[in-house]
């Protein structure tokens, strides 16, 4: 029988067979195309012919098709819906993987190739974004160690295959850890929570087939729980859960595998003769320097610090007016923020939540996007990996864009946070027929689904990302779409979420779940109103974990990460009742992969120019201006990683923003 996964698919939109892939079938196809993709490697690096931008960067570009689809779907599957032969897989493909990467850039003839079309540059006539293209084939094969030779490049070899396996590894101890805690709750403990979190435990005490209703370290259920239980004691035991993942001892531990880490990223760049891990991955970033991201993230830090220990001041009165003495913890933190919330702005996230239903916050996402750009979303019937998976056929002017999946509910094979990714890229050589693109996301069930309001943000945010996917139009896969700087990637998806913030759209959109009443104006004056609210207390868990993921890779490996991560919020001081939003042993987007390693701080990075690029908006004709949406379009969306991000955001705005958009969105400013 054929291999789905090796076979044509010929399935609407040319969309993988979900239907007809087993567990079974990805090994195999796996290994042929791998040693598939291994010969388009080969033969491209054996060519007598003399190289040409087409017979050697086209012809990359081209290679391992097989290898792409048959991963796309794999990883597609791994992340969201894995299982022990999922997970048994990845540990087999990881390392792999790597070493067929280290073969392509430990391929000399192939560098050689590259190298001759470096030099002859001037002389190729190439178009800007063929140079664009061969100045980044040759770049990422120079930092990959195309030009070590012998014992050094045998060790980076040996580095980055054990990287692969260890970022595997981490990943798959955070979602055993995730998984394998619950917290029963009897009907005294869910008195005075308020339905929705009652119905969401409810929903997870049935997927794991318990008598009654459960917390789960799900964000979606936890969170809640920790704003509104009242049980003090039980908030405790929730939140220790929470901040111990990969840190429980035993075989799911992740403090060596960070440990480790580290020391290997630090080999990897002196071996390519940097200074540290973060002078390496920064050099190819709009910040450049550990000094600028240090700089930017300390002149959030500050003033957020100060916010935060004011508001510490009255959450802690708060407390002791309700018989309790002592500091305020952080397992304390969300219940009176919330209570001060409605106390302040008449605001109760119990009374919100109705009004935003996942369906319709789903319909709102897509009628900005139709609004701003002219996409139109219509639901299709195709197999996906999931019962819970929906996809829908984009359009502009009946012309086919894209294929858009959502994934939106928390379930225990489904790792933790949100994301999006292609499963197939945007390409006009060879001619493809349009991106795939899926949004992931953990929001808790319910009849119907409710969000809070950050789970609003989280899904605009996600399907800023897919736009970024879908609405790309240049000509090689490997500058479309999310293929830019790592810190100009957050500037679509952030600038997104301030759609969500348009009165207009609240007032179409946020419908009541029972009534279908829309918000009244004077909730969604204190919705608007409070946006800023508990912003110290986000902020600084936000900068602190930055702060950490730089300081690990600036200088030398920390012996001991734990000691370090400790070091460094004892010298920002950082508030005792605040915790790191994601703290070594459990901060994937560090340690599962290079993504955000010495990164993190690319959401603020981001966050500087989203602010003033919606401001450009409001300036205009406000936040559906047609002409700044076009530009938007044209010279962001629309171009991927094509010319640098601060060139394309030059060409946006006119100027480069400072952080003052960023401190008064936040709420910060003096």
Same mark, same amino acid.
Request: aromatic share 10%; with cysteine; hydrophobic share 45%.
């Given at each position: ?75 597609? /599957? ?74 050094? *490049? ?68 936890? /969170? ?28 799911? *531990? ?24 973060? *002078? ?18 300390? %002149? ?173 139009? /240049? ?58 609210? %508990? ?20 200088? /030398? ?36 992969? %290079? ?14 120019? *989203?602010? %003033? ?58």
């Amino acid at each position: 029988m054929t291999n789905p996964l090796l076979s044509e698919w010929n399935t609407p939109f040319e969309i993988a067979p979900f239907d007809l892939i087993s567990d079974q079938d990805f090994e195999p196809a796996f290994e042929a195309a791998l040693s598939a993709a291994r010969a388009d490697i080969q033969a491209i690096a054996d060519d007598p012919a003399d190289p040409t931008f087409a017979n050697t960067i086209e012809a990359l570009e081209v290679a391992g098709k097989s290898l792409d689809n048959v991963l796309s779907v794999f990883f597609s /599957v791994a992340g969201a819906d894995s299982n022990e032969k999922r997970q048994e897989l990845q540990r087999v493909f990881s390392p792999k993987l790597a070493a067929y990467s280290s073969e392509i850039y430990g391929n000399k003839a192939l560098f050689a190739r590259i190298e001759k079309l470096w030099d002859a540059r001037e002389s190729l006539g190439l178009d800007d974004e063929q140079a664009r293209v061969l100045m980044l084939t040759h770049r990422g094969f120079r930092r990959a160690g195309a030009a070590l030779e012998g014992a050094a *490049d045998r060790r980076m070899r040996e580095i980055r295959t054990r990287l692969a396996e260890l970022g595997t590894a981490f990943t798959q101890n955070l979602l055993a850890d995730e998984a394998g805690w619950h917290m029963p709750l009897s009907d005294d403990d869910i008195e005075g929570l308020p339905e929705f979190v009652v119905a969401a435990a409810h929903a997870a005490g049935k997927e794991k087939v318990a008598d009654g209703p459960v917390i789960t370290l799900s964000r979606s259920l936890i /969170v809640p729980f920790l704003q509104f239980s009242p049980r003090r004691d039980l908030r405790e035991k929730a939140f220790a859960a929470w901040v111990a993942r990969g840190a429980n001892g035993g075989e799911t *531990d992740n403090r060596k595998i960070a440990t480790e880490i580290l020391a290997l990223r630090e080999e990897r760049a002196k071996l390519l003769g940097y200074q540290s891990f973060a *002078d390496f991955k920064l050099e190819t970033e709009m910040a450049k320097t550990p000094a600028a991201v240090r700089k930017l993230l300390m %002149d959030v830090w500050d003033p957020a610090k100060a916010k935060a220990e004011a508001d510490a001041d009255v959450l802690t009165k708060m407390m002791q007016q309700d018989g309790i003495n002592g500091p305020l913890e952080p397992w304390d933190w969300r219940y009176y923020a919330e209570k001060r919330r409605k106390a302040e702005h008449d605001l109760d996230e119990a009374e919100l939540k109705p009004y935003l239903q996942l369906e319709r916050m789903i319909e709102a996402s897509f009628a900005c996007a139709n609004r701003l750009f002219g996409l139109e979303f219509k639901p299709i019937e195709v197999p996906l990996y999931h019962p819970d998976c929906r996809a829908w056929e984009v359009t502009r002017e009946g012309a086919h864009v894209a294929v858009f999946i959502g994934d939106y509910f928390a379930r225990a094979s489904k790792r933790s946070g949100a994301w999006c990714s292609a499963m197939r890229g945007q390409a006009k050589f060879p001619k493809v027929q349009g991106p795939v693109v899926i949004n992931v996301c953990n929001f808790a069930k319910g009849e119907p689904a409710l969000l809070s309001y950050d789970d609003a943000r989280t899904l605009f945010h996600e399907f800023g990302h897919a736009l970024h996917q879908m609405l790309s139009d /240049v000509t090689y896969e490997s500058i479309s779409g999310t293929s830019v700087a790592r810190d100009f990637v957050e500037l679509p998806s952030q600038l997104y979420e301030h759609w969500l913030e348009v009165p207009e759209v609240l007032a179409e959109f946020a419908t009541h779940a029972e009534t279908g009443e829309p918000m009244p104006n004077a909730m969604l004056d204190k919705v608007l109103g409070a946006a800023t609210f %508990d912003m110290g207390f986000q902020t600084v868990e936000y900068v602190a974990s930055a702060l950490v993921d730089l300081a690990f890779h600036e200088g /030398v490996a920390p012996e001991d990460p734990m000691a370090g991560q400790a070091d460094v919020l004892r010298e920002i001081g950082m508030p005792h009742a605040i915790t790191m939003r994601h703290a070594t042993p459990h901060f994937a987007h560090v340690f599962s992969g %290079d993504g955000y390693s010495s990164g993190y701080y690319s959401y603020m990075w981001s966050e500087v120019m *989203d602010a %003033d690029a919606f401001a450009a908006f409001e300036e205009a004709g406000g936040p559906f201006d047609p002409e700044k949406a076009k530009a938007l379009e044209e010279n962001i969306l629309s171009t991927g990683g094509s010319r640098e991000a601060e060139e394309l955001y030059l060409a946006f705005r006119g100027r480069m923003p400072g952080i003052e958009a960023l401190l008064r969105g936040r709420g910060l400013a003096a």
